[in-house]
């Protein structure tokens, strides 16, 4: 028989409607899978097993009524910076303990209204601040394809739940690149939504400007299923933009002929690792078989992308984690006074990481400071977003690496924070911009594991993106290899 675990959404949906399984065998089938593989991975934060089995009888319930909805019965999980009403939501920071909100996000609350199962709550780097999940207030989540290399960051536990089949999708946030980073070092589709596209409500905020929530899954048509229901204008989002949502589906043809694809010189940066190189660059050629037009565009802003993200994004975050002080929601240490308590409980609460990034940011804001790093970072934002602009009247998509090398090995980049800030160069840019990005894994490099493919399109236009990933995911085969799980 199958295993049930390897089914895509898309399979996994038409078995259950033909009555050949249920959702309960489906996702009793993945909390095995989490009782047999999570021990080693440690990919989840809370189990919610209970509500999971209730839900899938329910969904059973549903279907035998004939109801249809997209995603009826469907096991997912969520990264733990999204609030879930009645399960425990932390951030990945000790700060969160014991946290339950009373109020589901709005991608969540859309994702139930479809029929989603929840399994769990995903690790994550403490407050989405990080690049390899290293940086989590509880435990390192590892790559199913090594178990001493990292999933990326900050969504590493979405990541590596998919790739280790302890999920059939799970749904992320990427500041900057951290749905797509995870997505290329555990060799799945992991997309970052435009800005604006998917409501931010209930997300708990790292950079506001730059965050989006978005899905990770086996397949392109999985991660288009999914951004068909978590899409569209949410009133209680300031941000969220009234525009229609298409349907995605049907720009899956697999027909890329006529489209122009750019290939920006400055993103085979100096320090790609060979194999991640060529790879790319075999991915292009196959884009150009497919009978898109190859055309090398410029984004000569590119290399201050990194100081401009770290002084926006860390500025946001100073402001965003003052509220966590152990007043009014969370953990707190009993200090002798207010004052005490407050210094005590973000002491003790946040975690080194989290701590250096406030720092930075507070330092970015201060009055004599602010014109020269956050207005300035502004400014030159401003000139990153002019540089997609201009070459999105040129091209359609843009591809490159999502991240110059595969997944490193635990440990290897914590004591410098510069070089891990490095593993996101090829990715900020498309959060400093607002345009959205899409990863699928396009072949192997040092120590067997997965490279990560991008392409990049236009504000709200993630049905070009999603069909170019389609077309090329469905002339390779690089999205059927899957880790061996050699676990004892």
């Known amino acids: 028989m199958t295993d049930l675990t390897h089914l895509t959404i898309s399979e996994a949906l038409a078995k259950m409607d033909a009555g050949e399984i249920t959702s309960v065998q489906l996702t009793q089938a993945y909390l095995d ?3 047999k593989y999570d021990p080693h991975i440690k990919a989840y934060l809370t189990i919610s097993t209970d509500i999971a089995l209730e839900q899938a009888e329910q969904a059973d319930a549903l279907r035998a ?86 999933p990326g960051g900050s969504s590493g536990g979405s990541g590596a739940a998919v790739a280790s089949f302890m999920a059939s999708a799970t749904l992320g946030t990427d500041t900057g690149g951290s749905i797509r980073l995870p997505g290329a070092f555990c060799g799945i589709a992991a997309l970052k939504p435009s800005y604006g596209r998917v409501s931010r409500y209930g997300l708990i905020a790292y950079g506001s400007s730059l965050d989006s929530a978005g899905p990770l899954a086996h397949t392109v048509e999985d991660v288009a299923r999914i951004l068909a229901v978590i899409a569209g204008h949410d009133p209680l989002d300031s941000t ?16 890329i002929k006529g489209l122009r694809v750019g290939i920006p010189k400055e993103y085979f940066v100096e320090g790609m690792q060979p194999e991640v190189e060529t790879a790319i660059r075999t991915a292009i050629e196959k884009l150009r078989e497919l009978g898109a037009e190859i055309v090398e565009i410029s984004l000569p802003h590119t290399e201050y992308s990194l100081p401009v993200y770290y002084l926006i994004a860390t500025s946001e975050a100073s402001a965003n984690l003052a509220r966590f002080d152990g007043i009014r929601y969370g953990a707190r240490v009993e200090g002798q006074d207010m004052w005490d308590t407050y210094k005590k409980t973000r002491g003790q609460g946040f975690g080194a990481e989290v701590k250096r990034r406030i720092m930075l940011g507070t330092y970015a804001l201060s009055a004599g400071y602010y014109d020269a790093f956050y207005g300035k970072a502004t400014q030159v934002r ?39 800030y490095l593993a996101d160069v090829l990715t900020i840019s498309v959060n400093l911009a607002g345009v959205c990005a899409i990863n699928v894994p396009c072949g192997f490099g040092e120590g067997g594991m997965p490279i990560g493919f ?35």
């Open 454 to 488: 991008q392409l990049i399109g236009k504000p709200f236009d993630e049905q070009t993106i999603l069909r170019v990933a389609h077309a090329y995911e469905q002339a390779t085969t690089w999205h059927l290899q899957h880790p061996q799980m050699r676990i004892a």
């Open 240 to 255: 969220s933009m009234p525009l229609p949502v298409p349907n995605y589906l049907e720009h899956l043809t697999g027909d």
């Open 382 to 420: 401003a000139l990153i977003k002019q540089d997609f602009d201009r070459a999105f009247e040129q091209v359609d998509v843009i591809a490159c690496a999502t991240s110059p090398s595969v997944a490193f090995k635990i440990g290897q980049k914590t004591d410098d924070p510069l070089e891990m």
């Open 33 to 35: 899978n989490i009782a």
């Open 65 to 150: 009524q004939g109801v249809k909805k997209p995603l009826l019965g469907i096991p997912m999980g969520i990264k733990d910076v999204l609030s879930t009403k009645g399960i425990q939501t932390t951030c990945g920071s000790k700060i969160l303990a014991g946290y339950i909100p009373i109020f589901d996000a709005t991608c969540v609350a859309r994702l139930y209204d479809a029929g989603m199962v929840i399994l769990g709550k995903l690790n994550m780097d403490e407050f989405a601040m990080g690049s390899s999940t290293e940086n989590s207030g509880y435990f390192i989540t590892r790559n199913p394809w090594d178990l001493d290399r990292v």
